[in-house]
C-alpha cells in the first residue's frame, strides 16, 4: 500500500495542495512569526502556496491573521514578501 502524503489547503487560493509543495508560516508559543521551512517547529501553522497572487490576497484580506490569530506586524510580510520573490 503506498504512503499517504498529507494534504494541506492555502489559505489565500483554498486550494489543497501536498505538504510539501506550500510554505508553512508559523506562530510560535512565544508569539513570534516564523517561515517554517521544516514543518516541524511547535506553534498554530498556516499554509501558503507559492503563488504570488495568493500572497497579495492573504495580506489584503488579512487571512494570516485570522489563521494565526494574532496580529501581523509589517515587516513579518516584508519578510514573506522577499521569499516570494525568490521563486
Keep these: 500500500m ?3 502524503i498529507p494534504q494541506r489547503m492555502c489559505i489565500g487560493c483554498q486550494n489543497m495542495f501536498n505538504k510539501r509543495e506550500l510554505l508553512r ?4 508559543p ?4 516564523l517561515l517554517d521551512n521544516t514543518g516541524k517547529k511547535s506553534g498554530r ?24 490569530k494574532t496580529t501581523i506586524p509589517e515587516e513579518v510580510y516584508e ?6 520573490h525568490e521563486e
Excluded: Q, W
Excluded at 30 to 33: C, F, S
Excluded at 56 to 61: A, D, M, N, S
Design 30 to 33: 512565544e508569539g513570534d512569526i
Design 25 to 28: 508560516i508559523v506562530r510560535t
Design 45 to 68: 501553522g498556516a499554509y501558503i502556496c507559492s503563488n504570488m497572487e495568493c500572497f497579495k490576497k492573504i495580506v489584503k484580506t488579512k487571512k494570516l491573521e485570522k489563521a494565526l
Design 79 to 84: 519578510n514573506l514578501k522577499v521569499h516570494f
Design 2 to 4: 503506498p504512503k499517504k
